[in-house]
């Protein structure tokens, strides 16, 4: 068997390379892609009852408390606004027909 040449290891490690750069883009863009597709804010699975219990404990104020639940308030209705939209204007997928 012969021994590859100072340029054929060149271009298997340029390969190699590459296909290791284009693999790790792909993983990214899928791990991205499925984390919008679940909701991939982190913050989305504090729930309002984990924040009730913050409270109730005296771990936040009521300020800290009223805060934090208008930022989830807002941010739950973002989303549905955004699912509306996708949807086609309405919340069961129809025209706009059936809106207040």
Not at 10 to 19: D, K, Q, R, T, Y
Not at 87 to 93: F, H, L, N, V
């Amino acid at each position: 068997m012969e021994e590859l040449g100072t340029d054929a290891r060149f271009w298997i490690g340029i390969g190699v390379l590459f296909v290791l750069v284009v693999g790790g883009g792909v993983a990214v863009m899928w791990a991205r892609r499925n984390a919008k597709a679940h909701g991939g804010d982190a913050t989305s699975a504090f729930t309002l009852a984990d924040l009730r219990r913050l409270h109730e404990r005296g771990e936040i104020t009521q300020r800290e408390f009223e805060t934090a639940r208008d930022a989830i308030i807002q941010r739950t209705r973002q989303s549905a606004n955004r699912e509306r939209e996708r949807r086609g204007g309405t919340d069961w997928g129809g025209g706009d027909s059936g809106r207040r």
